[in-house]
């Protein structure tokens, strides 16, 4: 699934008071921590992320990692926080703008 420009702004602007669910520590992005972004997403619908240290190629690849083993898509990147959006099919929680 692919977010139009206007879904994307729209996540942006809902994601702006969010808080990070998730946390990397130094070890990065693993299995385990997928395991629990994806149920983060399953309750949530739209998550914040905060990365972990090191340079932007590095942080890209724990974004590529997380968006990949999720099935989840980036809304947002700013410096080392990433707001990722997957739509829970059973239950959607947001409704968005066509």
Known sequence: MSLSPT????????AHDLK???????KGATEAVAKELAQA??????????????????RQA????LTSQT???????????VVLF???????KLALPR
């Open 7 to 14: 879904q994307s702004r729209y996540l942006r602007s809902m």
């Open 20 to 26: 990070p669910v998730v946390l990397l520590g130094n």
């Open 41 to 58: 997403l399953d309750i949530h619908e739209l998550v914040k992320v905060k990365l972990s240290g090191g340079d932007k190629d590095e």
């Open 62 to 65: 724990q974004i590529d990692f």
């Open 71 to 81: 099935g989840s898509e980036k809304v947002q990147e700013i410096g080392h926080i």
């Open 86 to 92: 997957r739509r829970n099919e059973q239950d959607p």
